[in-house]
């Protein structure tokens, strides 16, 4: 049973590019967290999906910043016009319908904009 | 805003217990207290989580005070493996299927050899 899957690992961008990074969740989960790690801070939420609905967004920067999760295929963070300061770690979680008081984490992926 | 105070670094020897403190003073009485970790460069782990009675799983023990304002996150014999940040979570109990978790600082816990 594969944990969540995140890719890519390590992403490189230079300024004003597009970066897109992807999360498929674990078999049977349909709710998926999308949270941002600045270096040295904590993780912040950004944003909670289910399968094609936004259910919460509030940590969601209003500009630059989509999220998805289609009915098929994994769940898409989206940023454009990337700038040095969106340089962090992305982490996905996923979890089940019901509450088992437990999301499992990808190992994240890693954007570098220069 | 998490809503929990926890020392910032704890430092422990290998194969003796480890008690890590949390304070939650503003908790209400739906909110779950969560625990979980990140070892360096990895996503965040869940350790474990309970609402009012104390709690035990192979990982670790929580223990929750009778007010609820504070908890302890007991390892029984730490490894250093366990050297990792833990994160003392306060969820809120929304009532829909948001489960999401707000993190603070965490405590970065050492182990020694």
């Known amino acids: 049973n594969a944990g969540v899957m995140q890719n890519p690992r390590h992403l490189v961008r230079r300024r004003g590019q597009e970066a897109r990074l992807r999360c498929s969740p674990m078999k049977g989960h349909s709710h998926v967290y999308w949270y941002r790690q600045l270096p040295e801070e904590g993780l912040k939420f950004m944003v909670y999906?289910?399968?094609?609905?936004?259910?919460?967004e509030s940590g969601m920067p209003k500009e630059r910043f989509s999220a998805e999760f289609p009915k098929e295929g994994p769940s898409i963070l989206r940023i454009q016009q990337v700038v040095r300061g969106d340089s962090a770690a992305y982490f996905c979680a996923s979890g089940p319908p019901e509450d088992t008081g437990e999301l499992f984490f990808g190992e994240g992926s890693r954007l570098t904009v220069l | 805003d998490a809503k929990t105070t926890q020392p910032n670094s704890m430092e422990s020897n290998e194969e003796e217990p480890v008690h890590l403190p949390c304070n939650h003073s503003t908790i209400s009485g739906t909110d779950y207290i969560h625990w979980y970790r990140q070892l360096p460069s990895q996503g965040p782990e869940y350790v474990i989580h309970g609402l009012t009675s104390n709690v035990n799983n192979r990982m670790a023990s929580l223990a929750i005070a009778e007010d609820r304002k504070s908890s302890t996150l007991i390892l029984h014999r730490a490894t250093l493996r366990d050297a990792a940040v833990y994160y003392c979570i306060r969820r809120r109990d929304s009532g829909g299927s948001n489960y999401k978790l707000t993190f603070g600082k965490g405590t970065l816990l050492t182990v020694n050899p």
């Open positions: 999906l289910q399968k094609e609905n936004i259910i919460d």
